[in-house]
């Protein structure tokens, strides 16, 4: 049996276990953690990891950021939103959204990047009525600005995103709240394993921290 694991101390812990219980071809495959040119390698072989997971899509860049890329999809509605979309992957993204037969009518954005463009713009030229939308304390340009508190809605209103401000690794970091999926899309504020860098572009080590606290957090 094979598994693929991204390379970080958790990992290492979950490959030990693995082959201990007969699983005889464990491979750390590189990531944001690991050297890229390993994690480059895994994408060649096998291909670029998604997981679907019941109206949630998993996308990652395979070069530069990694960023993870989020479609949410609605059964009832056929309606689709994505979050974090990356320019040099729009298409690759719609065609996600083309084979799960519905239509795209968000493109959210976490915060702005600096190691990638967003996608939302290529996505509104190539999809009639979409809109882009990313935290009004951002600066940045989009069709809805976004502020802490509010209520993200979409497939048919029956679906919601609370809007959370999680700072320090920009001013203008999102965190999106989806109660009845259970999930938590928290963009820079939160990595797996780690944190977004706060060395630039507005970053505070300080404000991070206190974004992720648990007294922050208790909004959830």
């Not at 990531?31 to 679907?52: I, K, M």
Request: aromatic share 4%; proline share 4%.
């Amino acid at each position: 049996q094979t598994c693929a694991l991204p390379i970080s101390a958790p990992a290492a812990r979950a490959a030990a276990f693995l082959r201990k219980h007969g699983y005889s071809n464990v491979l750390n495959g590189g990531g944001p953690a690991g050297p890229s040119d390993l994690w480059e390698a895994l994408v060649a072989g096998r291909g670029e990891l998604s997981f679907p997971l019941g109206g949630l899509q998993q996308l990652r860049s395979a070069e530069g950021s990694s960023t993870l890329t989020y479609i949410l999809t609605d059964a009832s509605s056929k309606e689709a939103i994505i979050l974090d979309p990356v320019a040099e992957h729009i298409e690759r993204d719609l065609e996600h959204v083309r084979k799960l037969g519905c239509t795209l009518t968000l493109a959210l954005n976490t915060h702005v990047h600096a190691d990638h463009v967003t996608g939302s713009g290529g996505l509104k030229q190539a999809v009639r009525g979409l809109r882009s939308c990313i935290s009004a304390a951002s600066g940045a340009h989009a069709d809805v600005k976004l502020s802490p508190g509010e209520v993200v809605t979409w497939g048919g209103g029956q679906r919601h995103l609370k809007v959370l401000a999680t700072p320090g690794h920009t001013n203008g970091c999102l965190t999106f709240h989806d109660e009845a999926m259970g999930a938590v899309f928290t963009g820079d504020a939160l990595l797996i394993d780690g944190c977004g860098r706060t060395d630039f572009q507005q970053g505070s080590a300080q404000t991070l921290y206190e974004s992720r606290s648990e007294e922050h957090t208790s909004e959830l």
